[in-house]
């Protein structure tokens, strides 16, 4: 499949170290070159984003504006995806578009005007965009709703329903999720389905350290300063995420959270900081992480036991992406915690001694 790329990705993806697709890659090609709507379901970190990228900018013509419309649930994942976009699209000389909330209106309604091939974005602006006759629904052959399940919530289903709505009938949807746990019904008549199991996470190792509850945080600050580490750090709740945060960066650990609150710029300048090595633990719960991708992230930490399978193995996939080796590190405080993780993964138990981590 990969000789059927045009040469300046083959190039690309020589540099990059891809010797082949990945399965959900290869498996979605041809019906989306084809037209058909699509359900790919693929884990987390199994390269979702390049399965539907790749054969969609394949279809569009060059300077012809607004063809290709891709809806993400939140500003990180379109911003992300828009970061991917630009860089396979610019190789084929496509242009495209972030259109975000939190952003100005004005700016975005200035890009337009260079007549993107590609529009990226959430569902509020860019409804907000379709309602100022901006966006022209028309124009666009395929929409992509990334994280399909994600889009489903209220917060956002109306946007995603009344988008829909303004485009001619014969548009092609493709729908992309790590999980098929939402409403069927919402699918389009006709939906191709690819399902790819789960044997990315086959990489991924886990363990767990036992730790008293009070004594969590001052863990978390121990695994900062082991040399080269960096962990995405994962909480069950806001109130123990702020609290955590307050007392690392209290203790001197270069720790941030990702909490909601924290507005788009600097979130971005905390991911961008991250994933350069110069923070050390960034903060998160499940809801402000979706959607995060980092590259060769080595390590995700579990506060505490996940509430259920499909959590940990979400949680799990922003490590281990594409093949690469990851580790998950649960944080056990009583012998019940072991038990519900025990449901979830077979791991092996940690200590940490001399800023080093070693098999009990």
Not at 158 to 169: A, C, L, M, N, S
Not at 291 to 319: A, F, K, M, Q
Not at 339 to 345: G, H, N, P, R, S
Request: charge should be positive; hydrophobic fraction near 40%; include cysteine.
């Amino acid at each position: 499949m990969k000789d059927k790329l045009p040469l300046p990705w083959q190039e690309e993806l020589e540099k990059l170290g891809f010797e082949k697709l990945s399965p959900i890659q290869e498996a979605a090609f041809t019906p989306i070159m084809e037209g058909e709507n699509l359900l790919g379901v693929s884990p987390t970190g199994t390269g979702k984003t390049l399965a539907y990228l790749f054969p969609s900018l394949l279809k569009l013509q060059a300077r012809k504006a607004q063809q290709l419309l891709i809806l993400a649930p939140n500003t990180e994942l379109a911003g992300q995806i828009f970061e991917v976009v630009k860089d396979w699209a610019g190789l084929l000389e496509l242009q495209s578009q972030l259109f975000i909330s939190g952003s100005s209106q004005k700016r975005q309604i200035e890009r337009l005007k260079k007549g993107p091939e590609i529009l990226i974005g959430t569902p509020g602006r860019i409804f907000e965009l379709v309602k100022l006759k901006k966006i022209k629904m028309m124009q666009v052959n395929t929409i992509i709703l990334d994280e399909f399940d994600q889009l489903l919530e209220d917060s956002h289903y109306h946007f995603v329903d009344k988008i829909i709505h303004y485009v001619p009938r014969n548009q092609q949807l493709i729908y992309m999720s790590a999980t098929t746990k939402f409403d069927q019904a919402k699918l389009a008549a006709g939906t191709q389905r690819i399902e790819i199991n789960n044997q990315a996470m086959d990489q991924i190792k886990h363990y767990y350290l036992q730790v008293s509850k009070r004594d969590k945080v001052e863990l978390l600050r121990k695994l900062s300063n082991i040399p080269d580490f960096r962990g995405l750090v994962f909480f069950n709740s806001l109130s123990d995420l702020g609290n955590a945060e307050e007392k690392l960066q209290y203790r001197g650990a270069d720790a941030f959270s990702l909490a909601s609150d924290v507005n788009v710029k600097f979130r971005k300048v905390l991911l961008d900081k991250f994933k350069d090595h110069q923070l050390t633990l960034l903060l998160a719960t499940d809801l402000v992480a979706r959607g995060i991708d980092i590259d060769s992230l080595e390590c995700v930490i579990n506060y505490e036991v996940p509430r259920d399978l499909e959590t940990y193995t979400h949680r799990s996939g922003r490590t281990g992406r594409m093949g690469k080796e990851g580790t998950v590190i649960t944080l056990i405080s009583q012998a019940q915690d072991l038990k519900d993780l025990k449901k979830y993964a077979q791991p092996q138990e940690l200590i940490l001694k001399n800023q080093k981590l070693y098999l009990a």
